[in-house]
Protein backbone atom coordinates (compact mmCIF):
# COMPACT_ATOMS: atom_id res chain seq x y z
CA UNK A 1 0.00 0.00 0.00
CA UNK A 2 1.44 2.96 -1.16
CA UNK A 3 1.22 6.08 1.38
CA UNK A 4 2.70 9.68 1.69
CA UNK A 5 3.26 11.15 4.66
CA UNK A 6 3.75 15.45 5.07
CA UNK A 7 5.16 17.10 7.83
CA UNK A 8 6.62 20.33 9.03
CA UNK A 9 3.61 22.53 8.31
CA UNK A 10 3.19 25.57 10.98
CA UNK A 11 2.52 28.93 11.52
CA UNK A 12 5.62 31.42 11.14
CA UNK A 13 5.55 35.02 10.72
CA UNK A 14 6.35 36.57 6.80
CA UNK A 15 10.04 36.21 6.01
CA UNK A 16 10.71 32.81 7.95
CA UNK A 17 11.29 29.61 6.96
CA UNK A 18 10.12 25.90 7.10
CA UNK A 19 11.02 22.76 5.83
CA UNK A 20 8.23 20.59 4.56
CA UNK A 21 9.32 17.00 4.43
CA UNK A 22 7.24 14.07 2.71
CA UNK A 23 7.91 10.26 3.45
CA UNK A 24 7.00 7.85 0.92
CA UNK A 25 6.26 4.17 1.44
CA UNK A 26 5.07 1.35 -0.69
CA UNK A 27 7.47 1.90 -3.43
CA UNK A 28 9.66 4.33 -4.94
CA UNK A 29 9.05 6.70 -6.85
CA UNK A 30 10.51 9.42 -9.86
CA UNK A 31 9.25 12.01 -10.30
CA UNK A 32 7.73 13.61 -6.76
CA UNK A 33 6.28 16.80 -5.92
CA UNK A 34 4.60 19.04 -4.35
CA UNK A 35 1.23 21.34 -4.68
CA UNK A 36 -0.96 23.91 -2.64
CA UNK A 37 -4.07 25.27 -1.95
CA UNK A 38 -5.01 28.38 -0.20
CA UNK A 39 -8.47 29.00 1.11
CA UNK A 40 -11.17 29.48 -2.09
CA UNK A 41 -9.20 28.69 -4.25
CA UNK A 42 -8.03 25.73 -6.91
CA UNK A 43 -4.33 23.63 -5.66
CA UNK A 44 -2.16 24.73 -7.71
CA UNK A 45 1.53 23.27 -8.53
CA UNK A 46 4.67 24.57 -6.49
CA UNK A 47 7.61 22.51 -6.91
CA UNK A 48 8.82 19.15 -8.79
CA UNK A 49 12.16 17.08 -8.94
CA UNK A 50 13.01 14.04 -10.86
CA UNK A 51 14.83 10.90 -9.08
CA UNK A 52 18.47 11.86 -9.37
CA UNK A 53 17.17 15.35 -8.13
CA UNK A 54 19.03 16.72 -11.29
CA UNK A 55 15.56 18.70 -12.76
CA UNK A 56 13.52 20.84 -10.76
CA UNK A 57 10.31 23.14 -11.60
CA UNK A 58 8.93 25.30 -9.86
CA UNK A 59 6.27 27.69 -9.56
CA UNK A 60 7.21 31.56 -10.95
CA UNK A 61 5.85 32.93 -6.98
CA UNK A 62 8.12 30.81 -5.15
CA UNK A 63 11.48 30.70 -7.72
CA UNK A 64 14.55 31.88 -5.52
CA UNK A 65 12.52 31.50 -1.97
CA UNK A 66 11.71 27.41 -2.19
CA UNK A 67 14.09 24.80 -2.82
CA UNK A 68 12.53 21.00 -3.44
CA UNK A 69 15.26 18.38 -3.18
CA UNK A 70 15.10 14.34 -2.07
CA UNK A 71 16.25 11.91 -0.30
CA UNK A 72 16.48 8.42 -2.44
CA UNK A 73 18.08 6.64 0.35
CA UNK A 74 15.23 7.47 2.89
CA UNK A 75 12.64 7.87 -0.05
CA UNK A 76 11.89 11.30 1.14
CA UNK A 77 11.39 14.50 -0.78
CA UNK A 78 11.64 17.89 1.10
CA UNK A 79 10.71 21.50 0.75
CA UNK A 80 12.45 24.46 1.95
CA UNK A 81 10.91 27.68 2.38
CA UNK A 82 12.28 30.64 2.73
CA UNK A 83 10.76 34.32 3.02
CA UNK A 84 7.70 33.16 3.49
CA UNK A 85 4.63 35.71 2.54
CA UNK A 86 1.34 35.48 3.58
CA UNK A 87 0.08 34.33 0.50
CA UNK A 88 2.04 31.29 0.59
CA UNK A 89 -0.18 30.36 3.18
CA UNK A 90 -2.03 27.19 2.18
CA UNK A 91 -2.55 23.48 2.83
CA UNK A 92 0.57 21.87 0.92
CA UNK A 93 0.22 18.54 -0.59
CA UNK A 94 2.81 16.32 -1.52
CA UNK A 95 2.68 14.00 -4.53
CA UNK A 96 4.15 11.14 -6.26
CA UNK A 97 4.39 10.16 -9.83
CA UNK A 98 4.68 6.52 -11.60
CA UNK A 99 5.66 7.81 -15.18
CA UNK A 100 8.90 9.42 -16.40
CA UNK A 101 9.30 13.42 -16.74
CA UNK A 102 8.74 15.88 -14.02
CA UNK A 103 4.98 17.02 -14.01
CA UNK A 104 3.64 20.25 -13.40
CA UNK A 105 -0.33 19.17 -13.44
CA UNK A 106 -2.19 16.94 -11.09
CA UNK A 107 -2.97 14.77 -13.52
CA UNK A 108 0.74 13.74 -13.93
CA UNK A 109 0.75 12.32 -10.53
CA UNK A 110 -0.90 9.10 -9.17
CA UNK A 111 -0.61 9.51 -5.24
CA UNK A 112 -1.52 12.13 -3.18
CA UNK A 113 -0.67 12.99 0.96
CA UNK A 114 -3.36 14.36 3.20
CA UNK A 115 -1.65 17.57 3.09
CA UNK A 116 0.11 20.03 6.06
CA UNK A 117 -1.40 23.08 6.87
CA UNK A 118 1.11 26.07 6.24
CA UNK A 119 -0.13 29.70 7.85
CA UNK A 120 2.47 32.83 7.33
CA UNK A 121 1.32 35.85 9.55
CA UNK A 122 2.19 39.41 8.13
Known amino acids: QVQLIESGGGLVQAGGSLRLSCAASGRTFSPMGWFRQAPGKEREFVAAINWSGTITRYVESVKGRFTISRDNAKNTAYLQMNSLKPEDTAVYFC?????????????????WGQGTQVAVSS
Open 95 to 111: AASKRAGVGTTESEYDY
